[in-house]
Protein backbone atom coordinates (compact mmCIF):
# COMPACT_ATOMS: atom_id res chain seq x y z
CA UNK A 1 0.00 0.00 0.00
CA UNK A 2 1.79 3.64 -0.94
CA UNK A 3 1.23 5.79 1.93
CA UNK A 4 -1.11 8.63 1.25
CA UNK A 5 -4.60 9.75 2.04
CA UNK A 6 -6.52 10.76 -1.18
CA UNK A 7 -9.90 12.08 0.12
CA UNK A 8 -11.19 13.24 3.72
CA UNK A 9 -14.83 12.91 3.36
CA UNK A 10 -17.02 15.20 5.01
CA UNK A 11 -20.86 13.75 5.83
CA UNK A 12 -22.86 17.53 5.70
CA UNK A 13 -26.27 17.82 6.98
CA UNK A 14 -26.60 20.37 4.23
CA UNK A 15 -24.52 20.47 1.22
CA UNK A 16 -25.70 23.90 -0.34
CA UNK A 17 -25.29 25.32 2.85
CA UNK A 18 -21.60 23.53 2.98
CA UNK A 19 -20.04 24.19 -0.24
CA UNK A 20 -21.05 27.81 0.20
CA UNK A 21 -18.70 27.66 3.29
CA UNK A 22 -15.49 26.04 1.87
CA UNK A 23 -16.19 27.19 -1.41
CA UNK A 24 -17.56 31.08 -0.62
CA UNK A 25 -16.35 31.61 2.35
CA UNK A 26 -12.98 29.50 2.99
CA UNK A 27 -12.14 30.10 -0.90
CA UNK A 28 -11.53 26.23 -1.63
CA UNK A 29 -11.35 25.74 -5.13
CA UNK A 30 -14.41 23.52 -6.59
CA UNK A 31 -16.02 22.50 -9.81
CA UNK A 32 -19.31 21.86 -8.15
CA UNK A 33 -22.65 22.67 -9.75
CA UNK A 34 -25.73 22.96 -7.78
CA UNK A 35 -27.81 19.97 -7.50
CA UNK A 36 -24.58 17.42 -7.74
CA UNK A 37 -24.55 14.63 -5.11
CA UNK A 38 -21.32 15.39 -3.99
CA UNK A 39 -18.47 18.24 -3.88
CA UNK A 40 -14.86 18.16 -4.38
CA UNK A 41 -12.69 20.79 -3.49
CA UNK A 42 -8.70 20.71 -4.55
CA UNK A 43 -6.26 21.39 -1.99
CA UNK A 44 -2.73 21.08 -2.22
CA UNK A 45 -2.21 17.85 -1.48
CA UNK A 46 -5.35 15.86 -0.18
CA UNK A 47 -9.11 16.35 -1.46
CA UNK A 48 -11.97 17.40 0.67
CA UNK A 49 -14.93 16.06 -0.92
CA UNK A 50 -18.32 16.74 1.39
CA UNK A 51 -21.44 14.57 0.85
CA UNK A 52 -25.09 14.02 2.76
CA UNK A 53 -24.41 12.79 6.15
CA UNK A 54 -27.71 10.08 5.79
CA UNK A 55 -26.06 9.17 2.40
CA UNK A 56 -22.71 8.63 3.73
CA UNK A 57 -23.80 6.38 6.73
CA UNK A 58 -25.75 4.12 4.24
CA UNK A 59 -22.99 4.03 2.32
CA UNK A 60 -20.67 2.49 4.97
CA UNK A 61 -23.23 0.47 6.05
CA UNK A 62 -27.30 0.31 5.82
CA UNK A 63 -27.49 0.25 9.51
CA UNK A 64 -25.53 2.71 10.52
CA UNK A 65 -27.26 5.58 11.92
CA UNK A 66 -24.91 9.06 12.45
CA UNK A 67 -24.89 10.85 15.38
CA UNK A 68 -24.64 14.46 15.60
CA UNK A 69 -23.14 17.05 18.49
CA UNK A 70 -20.56 14.24 19.21
CA UNK A 71 -16.88 14.93 19.04
CA UNK A 72 -15.60 11.80 17.04
CA UNK A 73 -12.02 12.54 18.34
CA UNK A 74 -11.09 13.79 14.58
CA UNK A 75 -9.82 17.14 13.61
CA UNK A 76 -9.04 18.85 10.29
CA UNK A 77 -5.97 20.80 10.06
CA UNK A 78 -4.71 24.01 8.19
CA UNK A 79 -0.95 24.87 9.00
CA UNK A 80 0.09 28.46 8.59
CA UNK A 81 3.35 29.39 7.33
CA UNK A 82 3.19 32.41 9.73
CA UNK A 83 2.05 33.23 13.51
CA UNK A 84 -0.19 36.21 12.24
CA UNK A 85 -1.90 34.07 9.83
CA UNK A 86 -3.58 31.91 12.47
CA UNK A 87 -5.84 34.67 13.75
CA UNK A 88 -6.63 35.72 10.21
CA UNK A 89 -7.94 32.11 8.79
CA UNK A 90 -9.78 31.55 12.18
CA UNK A 91 -11.76 35.31 11.35
CA UNK A 92 -11.74 34.18 7.93
CA UNK A 93 -13.60 31.11 8.86
CA UNK A 94 -15.72 32.93 11.56
CA UNK A 95 -16.73 35.48 8.53
CA UNK A 96 -17.48 32.75 6.65
CA UNK A 97 -20.40 30.93 9.32
CA UNK A 98 -17.89 29.20 11.39
CA UNK A 99 -17.38 29.09 15.04
CA UNK A 100 -14.07 30.04 16.64
CA UNK A 101 -14.11 27.35 19.42
CA UNK A 102 -10.55 28.39 20.81
CA UNK A 103 -9.13 31.63 20.05
CA UNK A 104 -5.94 32.14 18.49
CA UNK A 105 -2.64 31.70 21.30
CA UNK A 106 0.45 30.23 22.50
CA UNK A 107 0.22 26.34 22.71
CA UNK A 108 2.15 23.92 25.16
CA UNK A 109 4.28 22.34 22.12
CA UNK A 110 5.77 26.02 21.43
CA UNK A 111 3.41 27.11 18.74
CA UNK A 112 0.37 29.35 18.22
CA UNK A 113 -3.29 27.63 17.47
CA UNK A 114 -6.95 27.96 17.66
CA UNK A 115 -9.94 26.18 16.64
CA UNK A 116 -12.98 26.72 14.72
CA UNK A 117 -15.82 24.60 13.78
CA UNK A 118 -17.39 24.54 10.31
CA UNK A 119 -21.36 24.49 10.32
CA UNK A 120 -22.13 20.95 10.53
CA UNK A 121 -19.37 21.28 13.86
CA UNK A 122 -16.13 19.34 12.12
CA UNK A 123 -13.57 21.27 13.73
CA UNK A 124 -10.45 22.65 12.39
CA UNK A 125 -7.09 23.48 13.97
CA UNK A 126 -5.34 26.60 12.24
CA UNK A 127 -1.90 26.41 13.43
CA UNK A 128 1.50 27.69 13.09
CA UNK A 129 5.33 26.27 14.51
CA UNK A 130 8.62 27.31 14.40
CA UNK A 131 9.19 23.69 13.38
CA UNK A 132 7.04 23.51 10.54
CA UNK A 133 8.28 23.35 6.92
CA UNK A 134 6.73 23.63 3.89
CA UNK A 135 6.98 21.80 0.08
CA UNK A 136 7.18 24.15 -3.13
CA UNK A 137 3.95 22.54 -3.79
CA UNK A 138 2.35 23.94 0.52
CA UNK A 139 2.27 20.56 1.60
CA UNK A 140 3.37 20.49 5.49
CA UNK A 141 7.09 18.23 5.53
CA UNK A 142 6.93 16.84 9.08
CA UNK A 143 10.17 14.80 8.67
CA UNK A 144 13.39 16.73 7.78
CA UNK A 145 14.18 14.06 5.08
CA UNK A 146 10.92 14.33 3.28
Known amino acids: MEHRIS ?18 GLGFPTNYRAGESVAFFATDGVR ?15 S ?10 ITLAHNT ?4 EVAAVLQTAEG ?15 GHSGYFSDPDGY ?3 VAWGPM ?15
Do not use: M
Open 96 to 110: AGGTIVKPAQDVFWG
Open 48 to 62: LALYPLDKLAEDISP
Open 7 to 24: IITLGVADLERSVRFYRD
Open 123 to 125: FWE
Open 81 to 84: RTRE
Open 132 to 146: FRFAPDGSLLIDPEQ
Open 64 to 73: LQPEKNRFGG
